[in-house]
T-cell receptor, first 116, second 113 residues
Framework: AQSVSQHNHHVILSEAASLELGCNYS??????LFWYVQYPGQHLQLLLK??????LVKGIKGFEAEFIKSKFSFNLRKPSVQWSDTAEYFC??????????????FGTGTKLQVIP | NAGVTQTPKFRVLKTGQSMTLLCAQD?????MYWYRQDPGMGLRLIHY???????AKGEVPDGYNVSRLKKQNFLLGLESAAPSQTSVYFC????????????FGPGTRLTVT
């Protein structure tokens, strides 16, 4: 079964610092990769996604992620964080499961706290 | 389109009570999912459905039942609520196409005392 690891559980940064959140997955086949964000008191929103093509994916609000197939990684980055980026970030992997459906597996999430 | 909606948004139950969470989507999606979100655990799949009239168990199905009588609705039932079921529940839907994303509902915060 596939799994997704987010090694950073809680990250605290000052405004303008650079951000990199790690995401590693274990699955040898074709995957779709996602980052979702959940702002305090709000529901999950899609930040960016990778299906195929250019492994460097740009998302909303200045976020980007790079798919490195050889490392089974899909790390999220932002050059300069803002206080409004305080949220919880989830990495997700979509693979083909049994019975022909696609199953999405989520990481445990990383809480990002940005200090003004 | 309203997307994915969930009813109710909040609920407090006493141990042993029952309730049903309703998920509705207006995107004609075949696949629907129920997840629970707990601190440090991430999102875990409870049950899912790949079409009207079909349901299947996910990672943490115990204590829950589901039904998909209509394509647009996916119901999650708790027959006898337990404090361990205190969580935030998210419904999601997607189309069967491989290159598509999951659409999430706003979540239901359930507290079992």
């Amino acid at each position: 079964a596939q799994s997704v690891s987010q090694h950073n559980h809680h990250v605290i940064l000052s405004e303008a610092a650079s951000l990199e959140l790690g995401c590693n997955y274990s699955y040898g086949g074709t995957v779709n990769l996602f980052w979702y964000v959940q702002y305090p008191g709000q529901h999950l929103q899609l930040l960016l996604k990778y299906f195929s093509g250019d492994p460097l994916v740009k998302g909303i609000k200045g976020f980007e992620a790079e798919f490195i197939k050889s490392k089974f990684s899909f790390n999220l980055r932002k050059p300069s964080v803002q206080w409004s980026d305080t949220a919880e970030y989830f990495c997700a992997v979509n693979v083909l499961g049994s019975g022909g459906y696609q199953k999405v597996t989520f990481g445990t999430g990383t809480k990002l706290q940005v200090i003004p | 389109n309203a997307g994915v909606t969930q009813t109710p948004k909040f609920r407090v139950l006493k141990t042993g009570q029952s309730m049903t969470l309703l998920c509705a989507q207006d995107m004609n999606h075949e696949y629907m999912y129920w997840y629970r979100q707990d601190p440090g655990m991430g999102l875990r799949l409870i049950h899912y459905s790949v079409g009207e009239g079909t349901t299947a168990k996910g990672e943490v199905p115990d204590g829950y039942n589901v039904s998909r009588l209509k394509k647009q609705n996916f119901l999650l039932g708790l027959e006898s609520a337990a404090p361990s079921q205190t969580s935030v529940y998210f419904c999601a839907s997607r189309s069967p196409e491989l290159w598509d994303r999951v659409y999430f509902g706003p979540g239901t915060r359930l507290t079992v005392t």
